[in-house]
């Protein structure tokens, strides 16, 4: 991050991500004054995350067939993810936009899997 001090502003520059500059007012008692960040508008379009808990009530191949179906998997991959979860409490089961794994959420709830976005 860089700090470049100009009249009575200071600029953040920081150059791995240029969106997120700010530039504070340092005058009148110091108050600060950023600029808007434009991300926020964009926010429910940001990419999400369906994660897969492990619980001890389903068995692997259930869940394995679950994978499948809901998230289109392949054989490999579901396999993967269900050890994953199991090993580890929890799997990130697939990436995209919230709209997509809400109907992929509820489908494996529906089965009786434990799922969450992030």
Do not use: W
């Amino acid at each position: 991050m860089i700090f470049l001090k100009i009249r009575k502003y200071t600029v953040i520059f920081n150059p791995l991500n240029v969106k997120r500059n700010a530039i504070i007012d340092m005058g009148e008692g110091n108050r600060l004054h950023k600029q808007q960040n434009y991300d926020s508008q964009k926010n429910h379009n940001k990419e999400k995350n369906l994660i897969l808990y492990n619980d001890e009530v389903n068995d692997f191949n259930y869940v394995i067939e679950s994978l499948i179906e809901v998230c289109e998997h392949d054989n490999v991959q579901a396999e993967q993810c269900t050890y994953l979860a199991h090993y580890h409490g929890k799997c990130e089961v697939k990436k995209g936009v919230y709209q997509e794994l809400k109907v992929m959420k509820d489908a494996l709830i529906e089965r009786g899997l434990q799922a969450e976005i992030y």
